[in-house]
Nanobody, 125 residues
Framework: VQLQASGGGLVQAGDSLRLSCVAA????????VGWFRQAPGKEREFVAAVFRDGGSRFYADSVKGRFAIHKDNVKNTVTLQMSSLKPEDSAVYFCAAGRTLIMSSIRRDQAYHYWGQGTQVTVSS
């Protein structure tokens, strides 16, 4: 499955952004989908994920209460609504999908088989 992430941009602290991840060529149904981010000089880190059942959602502590992930199987899109953005949220954001990953591994990037190209989010103070 080919993933395409979009929606990044330059915003000010406190603003909101919505990232979208679209699957081309195959439906998201049956896939768990996660968002990861990587800032310059730092390792890629888990941000949020939705399990393939569509109802179980997971968040990094750093974004809990500010970000919301939603999986729309009809539109074949997973969105990451980001609010109250902080400068430390600045990074390249990647969406990833996996069909067979188990819930206990949903925060591990190695568990995902398919990756999008990334979209840049920059939050100015």
């Amino acid at each position: 499955v080919q993933l395409q992430a979009s929606g990044g941009g330059l915003v000010q602290a406190g603003d909101s952004l919505r990232l979208s991840c679209v699957a081309a060529g195959e439906t998201f149904r049956g896939y768990s989908v996660g968002w990861f981010r990587q800032a310059p000089g730092k390792e890629r880190e888990f941000v949020a994920a939705v399990f393939r059942d569509g109802g179980s959602r997971f968040y990094a502590d750093s974004v809990k209460g500010r970000f919301a992930i939603h999986k729309d199987n009809v539109k074949n899109t997973v969105t990451l609504q980001m609010s109250s953005l902080k400068p430390e949220d600045s990074a390249v954001y990647f969406c990833a999908a996996g069909r067979t990953l188990i819930m206990s591994s949903i925060r591990r990037d190695q568990a995902y088989h398919y990756w999008g190209q990334g979209t840049q989010v920059t939050v100015s103070s």
